[in-house]
């Protein structure tokens, strides 16, 4: 079942609210449906990080992973770079939030390094991964995250990345 972006943080604030905020979660849609605004919605409530773009989001409890170089990538260097943010402790009533842009862009060995940080969260994590191709990760994150497929609430065709080449 896929959510409007209102319907989606409505439902994780609620169960935030109740004690039962998942580890990881993966957000599929194109930015149109709201991918985007979702991530920052939930920084902006759970750690008061505002911004207008993933690209100026600054918290000290928030980090962006995105494709970086050439081959538009993310490489195993950029997931290690979050390891020590992750390992330190939170004030409290605060959440370290890692989001991942176009996860998808994730190569092998990244995905699998990133593997033990979904399998084991340090407390206080939320972890957000974004993509457009949920079917391109490897099964093996996809377990591990609790899925929220976002819709657009505009009408008409929009195509995706994928379809635009």
Known sequence: ???TQDQAFELLCNARNNGRQPHAMLFTGS???????????????????KADSLESLQHPYCRVLRPGSKIRTISIDTVRSVEPFLALRAEDGATKLVIIDEADRLMPEAA????KTLEEPPPQTLIILITEIPNALLPTILSRCI???????????????????
């Not at 699998?112 to 593997?115: C, E, P, V």
């Not at 899925?147 to 080449?165: A, C, W, Y």
């Open 147 to 165: 899925r929220i497929d976002l819709r657009e609430t505009q009408p008409g065709v929009r195509l995706s990345t994928v379809q635009k080449l």
């Open 31 to 49: 930015t149109h449906a709201g991918t985007h605004k979702l991530a920052l919605r939930l920084a902006a409530a759970l750690n008061g990080a």
């Open 1 to 3: 079942m896929a959510f």
């Open 112 to 115: 699998n390094a990133f593997l």
